[in-house]
């Protein structure tokens, strides 16, 4: 969690709830392909979105990726969709037809009604504070929750290391061969390189974590508490009303299609 | 500080302790006995390879069993060190690899967490641990933005936290700046004070711990104990020996000959009488250089001229751009602007004069490049084979594409030489040893060594001498000062005074980015006779 989200309100609420309402509005929109569904419940998250206190400038950067993959998404439903309705062009292979169109409507919202809350709940998870509440409240072992926590960290030292092992490579005049084959075996070696490395790295972590009494006899205490509070509630109670409101809306419009069914 | 902090110093033993790693045929130890009463604070000393790390990892219980041959005993107030956990703290020496959590406090609550210590005393122990330390940053500070030195400072908290009985340091200070290695010590100091903990100092740079320690144990290099005192007699009557086994020495070390007669000509093979030229090897102009392009600069608006037969040494604080200015200088990584160019003479048949612009086998035979971490330029399964690396690379280039890069004669002529550097190196008997398990030192040699089996007229070395016990030191020393008077030109990223003192001809020092400094990296000339 960078700088910029640590202020978010969002940043205190437990990351088992905000779990918990990203699981819910997921998986009830996955449930339907309407348009419907995934319109009211991104129109009530961007309503939202102003209130969860982050600049416009770090909102974009965590949401680019899912706003420009989305459309991609749509619109190679509308080439490839199942035909159905009138037919309304045709070229070649594809055809768009009107069910195509509503078909790729539907899923450009859904992606990014999804995605949204997801990532925004993510961002604003401090890892610590997840693992706290996964080996606390959900009782995960915590030997393994706090191991993948240091892994975490290691994985920004990994990609250092993988610089510095082509500079390297470069210096020692193995960087040389061209065309697709040495491009491969080059990669595959430094991929094997830099598993080597982080292998050690690793394992001077683990005896750093060893000789900090991770992993003895001894049951843990933890430094902080993980509380899942009367906001916390709030918060899923939040969420599933979200999602209960963009079904509602749907089913009385009689635009839900239970895809199960 | 309050009794708080105060725990009752542990007593340490060992009862005919031997070890053996699985892959090694001799014993690091044999039979080592050595007692150590609660509260005295010694310093560790022996030469590289002497076993001195194991000897640590033993006492702190994080010797894997599966890692080697273990007999006798290490005993923790008559406990075995393996059942111990929480009365031994100890702190590496890489302060990259032993931060644990993202947050500061939370780092420093692990240990505490682990020992069951209830939650409303953690947060006591942490905030005094940290006072202690003298590392006044908030709790919720990001780790990833400390400092070496404060890293360091944050694994000592993290020990401290725990209230250990032993506080093991093992080369705390090897990867730190001067004043990295200001605070550590300084740390360490107020914590003995405070916590009365038995205090146990592995560290090649004696100096530093000096009036610290009560008590100095030197390990000769088989691991049995040479001398064991106080640090007022330990060295009467066996300076000579303790020099010869490469161990640093308060005083300052005797001077290296720098311009004695030269050995044989041990690595120029591109013909001696083009090696001497006149103007520089290579020029950087107006150079910013950063790690990536578009990313932030390192360093802003350097000139820099590496002559033949010079040595020019590269100073400054830790985050000044020091190693962002060698990478770019070796053309393995491109200027943000500025320009770096080799001499015609430099640059031969290669394509064009920009080092950035040659191919990886032109490069390598102009200009070598010695890592800050030996680890990320080792490719092969052994000591031997990581030096034919450069050679097999000339082969193939000369065999199966036209315009070989050297012919295939003076190919063979670095197959030759390997075993020269081997010796010279003192590496001759780890050839056939994995390059991974070598020491530290050991690990440093090697990596100079791969750089010279190609005989680069320019030689980048960053921070080559860190970790090398004081004979291997002078061995380096002396090896670069030969290099240099057969014309090689030496540049090198550097926090070590003495190198600089001994070597330089020329300093440029990269001013502190953290002081809001604009002025421009100072060059200081010395004339060559206050050199040589």
């Known amino acids: 969690m960078s700088a910029a989200t640590a202020t978010s309100p969002l940043a205190r609420v437990n990351p088992l709830a905000k779990f918990l309402v990203a699981a819910v509005i997921g998986l009830v929109l996955l449930f339907s392909l309407d348009w419907v569904s995934a319109a009211i419940a991104l129109s009530l998250e961007l309503i939202l979105l102003p209130f969860v206190g982050l600049a416009p400038r770090a909102l974009w950067r965590m949401l680019a990726p899912i706003v420009i993959a989305a459309p991609f998404a749509g619109i190679s439903t509308v080439l490839y969709g199942r035909p159905g309705g009138d037919l309304l062009w045709q070229a070649g292979p594809w055809h768009i037809t009107t069910d195509s169109v509503n078909l790729a409507i539907a899923i450009t919202l859904r992606v990014l009604a999804i995605g949204l809350p997801g990532i925004i709940l993510f961002a604003t ?95 843990r205490t933890w430094a902080r508490t993980s509380v899942f509070g009367p906001r916390d509630f709030l918060f899923v109670v939040a969420g599933v009303l979200l999602a209960a409101v963009a079904v509602t809306t749907a089913v009385v419009t009689g635009e839900w299609n239970f895809i199960v069914s | 500080m309050p009794t708080s902090q105060s725990t009752a110093g542990a007593h340490v033993s060992a009862r005919g302790w031997s070890w053996r790693y699985g892959s090694r045929s001799r014993p690091m130890f044999n039979l080592l006995d050595l007692d150590i009463d609660p509260g005295e604070r010694v310093l560790l000393l022996g030469a590289s390879g002497s076993g001195k790390s194991t000897l640590v990892a033993g006492l702190a219980g994080v010797l894997g069993e599966d890692e080697g041959h273990e007999s006798g005993q ?73 400092s070496g ?87 009467e009557g066996t300076r000579e020996r303790l020099t010869e086994a490469g161990i640093w020495l308060p005083d300052p070390i005797a001077s290296i000959p720098t311009s ?48 033949s037969a010079q040595v020019h040494a590269v100073v400054g604080p830790n985050g000044s751009g020091k190693s962002t200015l060698a990478l770019t200088l070796a053309g393995l990584i491109p200027v943000i602007s500025g320009s770096v160019q080799a001499s015609t003479d430099l640059a031969g048949n290669a394509r064009g004069r920009h080092p950035i612009d040659w191919r990886s086998r032109e490069l390598m035979t102009r200009i070598g490049m010695v890592f800050q971490s030996p680890e990320h330029q080792f490719l092969t399964g052994s000591v031997r084979e990581e030096l034919m690396v450069g050679p097999r690379a000339l082969d193939r280039r000369g065999s199966r594409f036209g315009r070989p890069t050297v012919s295939p004669h003076v190919a063979e002529d670095f197959r030759l030489r390997i075993d020269e550097l081997l010796e010279r190196l003192h590496l001759a008997h780890l050839a056939e040893a994995h390059p ?36 291997t030191w002078a061995e380096l020393v002396t090896l670069f000062a030969e290099l240099r008077d057969e014309g090689h030109a030496i540049v090198t990223i550097t926090h070590d005074e003495k190198l600089v003192a001994e070597l330089a001809d020329i300093r440029t020092t990269l001013p502190d980015p953290a002081t809001n400094d604009l002025r421009t990296g100072e060059t200081e000339t010395r004339s060559a006779e206050a050199t040589r």
Not at chain 2, 436 to 442: D, H, Y
Not at chain 2, 448 to 470: K, N
């Open chain 2, 436 to 471: 991974f398990t070598l020491s530290g030192g050991e690990k440093r040699r090697l990596s100079v060594a791969t750089a010279l089996a190609t005989a680069p007229r320019v030689l980048i070395l960053d921070e080559p001498t860190f970790g090398q016990d004081a004979r």
């Open chain 1, 125 to 219: 998870t401090d890892p610590t504070d997840l693992a706290d509440a996964l080996a606390q409240l959900w009782r995960l072992p915590s030997r393994f929750v706090i191991g993948a926590l240091a892994a975490v960290r290691m994985v920004s030292l990994m990609a250092d290391d993988w610089r510095m092992l082509s500079l390297a490579r470069r210096a020692r005049g193995i960087a040389d061969g061209q065309g697709p084959l040495a491009a491969i075996t080059r990669l595959f070696s430094q991929g094997f390189a830099l598993l080597v490395l982080s292998v050690r790295r690793g394992s001077v972590l683990a005896t750093a974590m060893e000789a900090r009494a991770f992993g003895g006899e001894t049951s």
């Open chain 2, 149 to 235: 030195g404060q890293k360091q400072r944050l694994a000592l908290a993290g020990v401290l936290a725990m209230r250990p009985g032993l506080i093991i340091l093992d080369e705390p200070t090897a990867n730190l700046d001067p004043d990295g290695v200001r605070e550590i010590r300084d740390a360490v100091e107020a914590v003995a004070r405070e916590s009365g903990a038995t205090l146990l100092i592995v560290e090649h740079r004696v100096d530093i711990w000096w009036d610290l320690a009560t008590r100095v144990i030197v390990l000769d290099s088989d691991g049995s104990i040479l001398r064991d005192g106080a640090p007022a007699s330990v060295l």
């Open chain 2, 260 to 307: 004695r007669p030269l050995a044989p000509i041990l690595l120029s093979t591109q013909g001696g009488s083009s090696f001497l030229t006149l103007g520089p090897l290579l020029q950087g102009s107006a150079l910013t250089v950063g790690r990536r392009i578009g990313g932030p600069a390192a360093a802003t608006d350097l000139s820099i001229n590496i002559d």
């Open chain 2, 74 to 146: 290490l005993l923790i107030d008559g406990q075995p060190s393996r059942h111990s956990r929480g009365r031994v703290g100890l702190v590496l020496q890489d302060p990259e690899n032993q931060v644990i959590l993202h947050r500061v406090g939370d780092d420093v609550a692990f240990g505490c967490e682990n020992l069951g210590v209830p939650q409303a005393e953690i947060w006591q122990r942490v905030r005094a641990a940290l006072a202690a330390v003298g590392l006044n940053q908030p709790l919720d500070h990001s780790t990833a933005e400390l």
